[in-house]
């Protein structure tokens, strides 16, 4: 059962910019810590961004900070992640995920979306 839908992805030029949008399917997140998490092609998936339930806590992987900026909607319940400055290497299937806990969504959160592809030529 699919929770998050992700949307934006797409093909840009390196120096670039993309933003990528994260709603719910069937459910409220606003009170969950969400982040994005990307897989390359034969690389396994990495932590990129995430925030907390009310926008106070942000955590950033260092090779995207700087870069990008990810934010929460005004209801609370969807998730964005601006990517400017992209690198060839930022190509990857982009995931949203959510999980009660900020601990927890950087590392092994419990709702996923099913992913949307970022492809950055050069």
């Known amino acids: 059962q699919v929770q998050l839908v992700e949307s934006g992805g797409g093909l840009v030029q390196a120096g670039g910019s993309l933003r990528l949008s994260c709603a719910p399917s069937?459910?409220?997140?606003?009170?969950?810590?969400m982040a994005w998490f990307r897989q390359a092609p034969g690389k396994e998936r990495e932590f990129v961004a995430a925030?907390?339930?009310?926008?106070?806590?942000?955590y950033y992987a260092e090779s995207v900070k700087g870069r990008f900026a990810i934010s929460r909607g005004d209801a609370k319940n969807t998730v964005a992640l601006q990517m400017n400055s992209l690198k060839p290497e930022d190509t990857a299937a982009y995931y949203c995920?959510?999980?009660?806990?900020?601990?927890?969504?950087?590392?092994?959160?419990?709702?996923w979306g099913q992913g949307t592809q970022v492809t950055v030529s050069s």
């Open positions: 925030i907390g339930w009310n926008g106070d806590t942000i």
């Open positions: 069937q459910r409220t997140f606003n009170t969950y810590a």
């Open positions: 995920a959510a999980d009660v806990r900020i601990s927890e969504v950087t590392t092994r959160p419990d709702y």
